[in-house]
């Protein structure tokens, strides 16, 4: 089973400052068609996960252009880029290259 | 737009089945993939398997000898039964979708709003 690995668990950002999280997989999620299966969701209080990025770096619907995803293989990273009262929340990544999905422990973003 | 409700009883006691179910509207449920999805409260996400709209399962190994999944299109509905539960099962299960498009598969895109279960005597 591909184990996903995100790291800080916590993080406090100034408002308008850059936020990072890394996301790490046991097993490289590289399709053959050169698509990296890693999801990032955006969790807040009483809610369920909302998609943000796919494919890795692809950003959902309506979702604003300051969250980005990078990374290929086993390394991602989400960032955003100007953090935003309204971006504190729970943060996970997810692996759908193979079952079982997989998320990883999540990180709080919070206002420092 | 797909939209997933899940019902079932929200206290379960030790050593009985937990069984949930989720009702679809908005999508042929022969044409997606349904999945349950844990967490216990304030912790992580935990996959617990998900079913196709021909039926075919897929469960996380962990929880495989306890876990069943089904669904009933007639009814625009899938279900959860989780065995033999202990305290360490009381959680939000939520029931989500994702889908196949010939050439990859897509995250789980589409969520309800997810329901509480706890199991105590």
């Known amino acids: 089973d591909i184990v996903v690995t995100q790291s800080p668990d916590s993080l406090a950002v100034s408002l308008g400052e850059r936020a990072t999280i890394n996301c790490k997989s046991s097993h490289s999620v590289l399709q053959t068609n050169n698509k990296n299966s890693l999801a990032w969701y955006q969790q807040k209080p009483g809610q369920p996960p909302k998609v943000l990025i796919y494919?890795?770096?692809t950003r959902a619907s309506g979702v604003p252009d300051r969250f980005s995803g990078s990374g290929s293989g086993t390394d991602f990273t989400l960032t955003i880029s100007s953090l935003q009262a309204e971006d504190v929340a729970l943060y996970y990544c997810?692996?759908?290259?193979?079952?079982?999905?997989?998320f990883g422990q999540g990180t709080k973003v919070e206002i420092k | 737009q797909v939209q997933l409700k899940e019902s079932g009883p929200g206290l379960v006691k030790p050593s009985e089945t937990l069984s949930l179910t989720c009702t679809v509207s908005?999508?042929?449920?022969?044409?997606?993939?349904w999945s349950w999805i844990r967490q216990p409260a304030g912790k992580g996400l935990e996959w617990i398997g998900r079913?196709?709209?021909?039926?075919?399962?897929n469960y996380k190994p962990s929880l495989q000898s306890r876990v069943s999944m089904s669904l009933d299109t007639s009814k625009n509905q899938f279900s959860l039964n989780l065995s033999s539960v202990t305290a360490a099962d009381t959680a939000v299960y939520y029931c989500a979708s994702f889908r196949y498009d010939g050439d990859s598969f897509y995250p789980d895109d589409h969520w309800g709003q997810g329901t509480l279960v706890t199991v105590s005597s």
């Open positions: 494919w890795a770096s």
């Open positions: 997810q692996q759908y290259y193979s079952a079982p999905r997989a």
């Open positions: 908005g999508a042929s449920m022969r044409n997606y993939y």
């Open positions: 079913i196709h709209g021909s039926g075919n399962t």
